[in-house]
């Protein structure tokens, strides 16, 4: 193997009935030889725009008073030529039909990351997974994914897919990035106009990756990989 790659997940409003439209998935992944580098020059920007160093990272914390931080973040990521993103983005959460396919929404919520992450892993890496902590539920199901992730790519022993973790995003900044850029994505299918800021963190990640957001992009690209999903069509 030609070593180990992190990914580091979270998500933005997944939940059933929260009277968002759109779901949005995000996981940066970065080798583990690099990520304390990575981390260092979080914490430093943090130092040079006045941030607590103990202050998390998040979406919904972006204003017009931390634009610039937030902005320098992003060009971290795309500066930094050995991280790397990839986006599941769900539209419309009610077009979602659970009852056709014998499954609850947390069953779809789970299919989305294995969705997400199965085209993440490759065969030259070892890999191992972190996710924002979702419930006092998440063990037993990041056991299952883990389990179905590592049966797709017959890795029957757990020697290339090492674990998937819970954690607590406010302990882990890679995650915290992960936030930023899935709540850019979520956002942006919300289409909500109230913050400026927000938009203008939207239209920076736009001109660094090249894209709209809006479309998926071929699944070979890399740096900044998006799935749109849509739901089956009826026979």
């Known amino acids: 193997m030609n070593g180990l790659i992190h990914l580091y997940c979270d998500e933005s409003c997944h939940l059933e009935k929260d009277r968002q439209n759109a779901m949005a998935l995000g996981a940066v992944s970065c080798p583990a030889d690099v990520r304390k580098r990575v981390e260092r020059a979080i914490k430093s920007l943090k130092k ?11 979406w919904a914390q972006i204003s017009p008073s931390n634009l610039a931080f937030y902005r320098k973040l992003i060009d971290l990521f795309f500066d930094e030529s050995r991280l790397g993103f990839r986006g ?12 056709r396919f014998d499954q609850s929404h947390d069953d779809f919520y789970y299919k989305m990351w294995w969705l997400l992450l199965t085209r993440m892993i490759d065969d030259e ?15 037993v199901k990041l056991t299952k994914l883990h389990e179905v992730l590592c049966n797709a790519h017959y890795d029957f022993d757990n020697s290339r897919i090492k674990n998937i973790e819970a ?5 882990v900044v890679l995650v915290q990035m992960a936030d930023v850029l899935a709540g850019a994505l979520s956002h942006l299918f919300r289409r909500i106009d109230g913050s400026k800021a927000k938009q203008a963190l939207i239209a920076h990640v736009q001109t660094r990756s090249g ?13 900044f990989n998006l799935f749109i999903w849509q739901p089956q069509e009826r026979a």
Request: no cysteine; net charge positive.
């Open 88 to 99: 599941v983005v769900v539209p419309d959460k009610n077009t979602l039909e659970h009852a």
């Open 125 to 139: 890496h070892g890999f191992r997974i972190f996710v924002d902590i979702k419930d006092t539920h998440s063990a």
């Open 48 to 58: 040079a725009y006045g941030i607590p160093t103990s202050r998390e990272i998040k």
């Open 167 to 171: 954690v607590h995003s406010h302990d």
């Open 211 to 223: 894209l709209t957001l809006a479309k998926s992009t071929p699944p070979a690209v890399r740096k």
